[in-house]
């Protein structure tokens, strides 16, 4: 099974940056950071497919966001530059170790394994 730790939450001000990393136990094909807000679902921000290639990311954050991966640590980051008040929320690791499709990979209901969340506070 894959399991999941997140780090690197906290509070910054207005244009600061952050990085949150995912640590795992068993590599998967894709991990990727969702953030959710208080009676909400969760929002695909940023993903990467663990066997090489460039990130996919939302509108809302590219540019600022930049997800990377590292084999050799078992763990992928999110850096976080640029941060707005709006990027406020609980942030999400999720694993899943299928094929997933380019249009669906920002998408929960595709991943089966998650992180505790980590909170992000942009004031």
């Known amino acids: 099974d894959v399991q999941l730790v997140e780090s690197g939450g906290g509070s910054v001000q207005a244009g600061g940056s952050l990085r949150l990393s995912c640590s795992y136990t068993?590599?998967?094909?894709?991990v990727t950071w969702f953030r959710q807000w208080p009676g909400n679902g969760r929002e695909g921000v940023a993903g990467?497919?663990?066997?090489?290639?460039?990130?996919h990311y939302a509108d809302a954050v590219k540019g600022r966001f930049t997800i990377t991966h590292d084999i050799a640590k078992r763990a992928a980051y999110l850096q976080m530059d640029t941060l707005k008040p709006e990027d406020t929320a609980v942030h999400y690791c999720?694993?899943?170790?299928?094929?997933?499709?380019?249009?669906?990979?920002?998408?929960?209901?595709?991943?089966?394994?998650w992180g505790q969340g980590t909170q992000v506070t942009v004031s």
């Open positions: 990467i497919y663990t066997g090489g290639g460039d990130g």
């Open positions: 999720a694993a899943s170790r299928g094929w997933i499709g380019p249009e669906f990979r920002l998408r929960a209901p595709w991943y089966d394994h």
């Open positions: 068993r590599r998967p094909n894709y």
